[in-house]
């Protein structure tokens, strides 16, 4: 479950460490996908990979280099934590 508190307690600055927008996004995606590979239920998992997998396509047109590193990061990384195949 989640709580909500009504103070800050952690503030970021300039948009995190990420050196651009795109991949700020990779990352934030990666940290979804990772929650839910380790949370959702089969249905809910097989709708949250579908989006991930429509946005790995569309950020690929904005940055086609970037690609193999989006598909490992949103979807391959999170697919091995749900299988608990946490190998490299």
């Known amino acids: ?3 909500a508190l009504p103070d800050a307690w952690a503030t970021h ?3 995190s ?9 990779v990352q934030w995606w990666r940290g979804a996908m990772t929650y839910a ?5 089969p249905g809910e998992w097989g709708l949250a990979l579908g989006a991930a997998v429509v946005r790995v396509v569309t950020l690929g047109v904005r940055r086609p280099s970037g ?4 598909v490992t990061a949103m979807v ?3 697919w ?8 490299q």
Not at 37 to 41: E, I, M, N
């Open 13 to 15: 600055r300039a948009g």
């Open 37 to 41: 590979a380790l949370w959702y239920r």
């Open 17 to 25: 460490s990420h050196r651009s927008p795109w991949e700020r996004e």
């Open 1 to 3: 479950s989640l709580l």
């Open 80 to 87: 091995r934590d749900r299988r608990g195949d946490r190998r």
């Open 67 to 70: 690609v193999t590193g989006a």
């Open 76 to 78: 391959v990384g999170p």
